[in-house]
Structure formats: structure tokens, C-alpha cells
């Protein structure tokens, strides 16, 4: 007697769904979204308290956060990072104690001439009309797992106490140099994209007795062989959608922290730029 086989009713047949790959969001690029931005977690904010329906329970003061995904990463353990690019920013702020101030950027420079107009007055360089500028770092990074697999793509963005660590990153993946295999005898320099750090926090400290959280980082690994050659791909793209300085523009209404030790300005602390 032979078996016939019968197909139930609900099973579910599979398809090739690669065959619509990117169908539909041909015209998305980086402009068109939200960049999502991490930032450094503290204790008031809503993500850890228990009443606010952001509230995560394995999210801890110090930890990484993105908004927009909602994952969190241990400040304590650190995470993967590559870094695929950098935009430098001075932004142009309205005092807080300004009326109508809206805590939001007035301007957004991408050089540092504007500085050519300002008055150094304690820490901060203030403008003829009563507004000061604020240097920022500005770092698109891919994070990766332990593994080095792709996990998601974020902007970094250290300021205030924040911007000396900014440039030693920079300084660090600038040197990165490998022999160059065309030219015999020389070196060239890497590209961001294919070199891994870990980013941690750690509590800093001022004289005042003021604390905050702050970055650290360190060079994990460089992804110069032929296994780490699609991540260093997929780095290669967001590098490439994101070669944009005016991209900075669309993430005017990202949280991000100022990992400032006054923290008096809520407002000024939810703007990036």
C-alpha cells in the first residue's frame, strides 16, 4: 500500500523572498531616516525609571542606548564599534537663561571659522549676539558582535567634556597603517572602516567634586584579512551613505546626552548637535 503524502492546510509554503530584496525602499536613503544616535545612559533618564513606558529593566546608569532600536550595550563590558565616519561640528546655542530660548541648535557650522567672531568667557566662546559655540564629534560607527558580525549602525557624538576623547579616536584610527602590497616597502593607511574598538564608560570626576559618565576606548582588531571582508564591505556602504556633511541635519530631534558634569541645561543635553 502506498503512502500518499497530503499537504495540511496551513502549512506554509516557503518562497525565494531574496527575489524582492530592497523592493520599495529604493529611494530611503540616509537622509530620509532618523539616524540612530547612542548615548551614554544617567540615572534621571526615563529609560530607567520604572513609571515611564521606555523603562528597561536590564538598562543600567552608564550603559550605551539607542532610542530608536531600544538595545541596550554594558558600559562595564563595552561593545564593538567600527568606525566608518567623522564630522566635525560647532554649533551655535542660545543661553538657557535667554528668553524664548528653545534649547535647540541656532546653527550648525562645518568649519571652525566661526570662532573668528567669538570671546572666550570662562569655558564658554560667545558670539556678538549673546550666543555661544560648541565644538562636537560627530563619529558614524557600525557595531558588531563579538564575533565581528554586523548588528546595527549608530552616531556617536562626543562633546563638552566629551570632544579631547573625540579627537584621541581620531588620532588612534589615523594611525592605523598596514603595508601597502602595490608599492613594496610603504604603508598605507587604513581605512576606518576595517579597524574594531571596544567603547566603555567610566565615572570621571572634576575638581568641584562633579561626576559623569565618559567614554573610553581601545583598538580591538584590525579586519585586514579575507574572512572580515563582507563586514568591512557593509562598513564600506554606510560609510557611503553617510558621506554627507548636511546629513547632520535630520537629527535635530535625537536625545542625546551632553556628558556634561553641570547637566543644568535638560534641553541643551536632548540636542546632538
Not at 102 to 115: A, E, L
Request: hydrophobic share 30%; proline share 5%; with cysteine.
Amino acid at each position: 500500500m502506498s503512502q500518499v503524502t497530503t499537504k495540511k492546510k496551513n502549512d506554509v509554503v516557503p518562497f525565494d523572498m531574496e527575489q524582492y530584496a530592497g523592493m520599495g525602499l529604493e529611494n530611503i536613503d540616509a537622509s530620509s531616516i532618523k539616524l540612530p544616535l547612542l548615548k551614554i545612559l544617567y540615572a534621571e533618564n526615563e529609560v530607567l525609571e520604572e513609571s515611564s513606558p521606555k523603562y528597561n529593566s536590564k538598562a543600567k546608569p552608564g550603559d550605551f542606548y539607542n532610542a530608536i532600536t531600544g538595545n541596550v550595550y554594558s558600559g562595564k563590558t563595552g561593545m564593538l564599534v567600527v568606525p566608518c565616519y567623522f564630522v566635525p561640528t560647532w554649533v551655535e546655542w542660545e543661553p538657557m537663561d535667554k528668553t524664548n530660548s528653545t534649547g535647540r541648535p541656532v546653527n550648525i557650522y562645518y568649519d571652525n571659522k566661526v570662532f573668528n567672531t567669538t570671546k572666550k568667557d570662562g569655558s564658554k566662546d560667545y558670539l556678538p549676539n549673546g550666543n555661544y559655540v560648541e565644538a562636537s564629534g560627530n563619529h558614524f560607527c557600525m557595531i558588531v558582535d563579538e564575533n565581528y558580525n554586523p548588528i546595527e549602525n549608530v552616531i556617536i557624538i562626543m562633546k563638552s567634556t566629551q570632544k579631547t576623547k573625540s579627537n584621541e579616536w581620531n588620532s588612534m584610527t589615523s594611525a592605523q597603517k598596514i603595508p601597502s602590497k602595490k608599492n613594496p616597502g610603504t604603508f598605507i593607511q587604513l581605512a576606518s572602516f576595517a579597524q574594531v574598538y571596544r567603547l566603555q564608560t567610566t565615572k570621571e570626576k572634576n575638581k568641584k567634586g562633579q561626576t559623569w559618565w565618559g567614554y573610553q576606548m581601545k583598538l580591538e582588531k584590525l579586519l585586514t584579512t579575507s574572512e572580515y571582508e563582507s563586514v568591512v564591505q557593509q562598513g564600506a556602504e554606510f560609510y557611503k551613505s553617510v558621506n554627507n556633511k548636511k546629513i547632520l541635519g535630520d537629527s535635530m530631534d535625537n536625545d542625546a546626552d551632553s556628558s556634561s558634569p553641570s547637566q543644568s541645561s535638560k534641553k541643551e543635553e536632548d540636542t546632538p548637535f
